[in-house]
């Protein structure tokens, strides 16, 4: 079993719905707790950073942190065709300095 | 301006080969990646140098050679190319090792070995 988990999709949905992604996780040392946008050929962009359980929210984006259930989520609203990526979770832990990705999940927005 | 070049973009070679991967930051960052990235796009740490010293050193092939020669570039030399080796790399860079969430990549050198 991999320590981070991440549904591949294709996930397609139209131009203004809610997309909706999520990564569960094994290891409860996990700290801090990213996701990372990537677009065809080009490298990860980081998009969203939060620390503890809990919301955060940025604009068209809230990242959601279940520490509990050892689950995160990350929501896009209004979605639009330019948020067609890959969207990857990754997770830290400061001891060993390792930052852990999720597979990425391919999200398609149409127009 | 770029912030994290990598050359080359494309790298197709035989088999047996050796290759060299460079990487450039004008960030005046610190610390320096090299990530591997599998056809399932799996990316998985290879090493970092903070200051031109390694500081992490993955379970990776001794065939896999980093060299820093100052903070700003990091290189990635592969000896005696593998079939397996065929992924993209990317190489990356953080103000300091303790923002490693916070890196910022380069596009990526797809390698191809055939």
């Known amino acids: 079993q991999k320590e981070v988990e991440q549904d591949p999709g294709p996930l397609s949905v139209p131009e203004g719905a809610i997309v909706s992604l999520n990564c569960t996780y094994s290891?409860?040392?996990?700290?801090?707790f990213m996701w990372y946008r990537q677009y065809s050929r080009k490298g990860p962009e980081l998009l969203m950073y939060t620390y503890s359980s809990g919301n955060k929210e940025d604009g068209r984006f809230t990242a959601q942190v279940d520490k509990s259930s050892k689950y995160i989520s990350l929501f896009i609203r209004d979605s639009q065709p330019s948020d067609s990526a890959t969207y990857l979770c990754a997770m830290f832990k400061a001891a060993g300095n390792k930052l852990t990705f999720g597979g990425g999940t391919r999200v398609l927005v149409k127009p | 301006d770029t912030a994290v070049s990598q050359t080359p973009k494309y790298l197709v070679t035989q088999m047996g080969n050796d290759k060299s991967i460079k990487c450039e930051q004008n960030?005046?960052?610190?610390?320096m990646y090299w990530y591997k990235q599998d056809s399932k796009k799996f990316l998985k740490i290879m090493f970092s140098?903070?200051?031109?010293?390694?500081?992490i050193n993955e379970t990776v092939p001794n065939r896999f050679s980093p060299k820093s020669p100052d903070k700003a570039h990091l290189n990635l030399h592969i000896n005696s190319l593998e079939l397996g080796d065929s992924a993209v790399y990317f190489c990356?860079?953080?103000?300091?090792?303790?923002?490693?969430?916070?890196?910022?990549f380069g596009q990526g050198t797809r390698l191809t070995v055939v």
């Open positions: 290891n409860s040392a996990f700290q801090y």
């Open positions: 140098y903070n200051n031109k010293e390694l500081i």
């Open positions: 990356a860079s953080s103000q300091d090792r303790g923002a490693m969430a916070e890196a910022f």
């Open positions: 960030l005046g960052h610190d610390t």
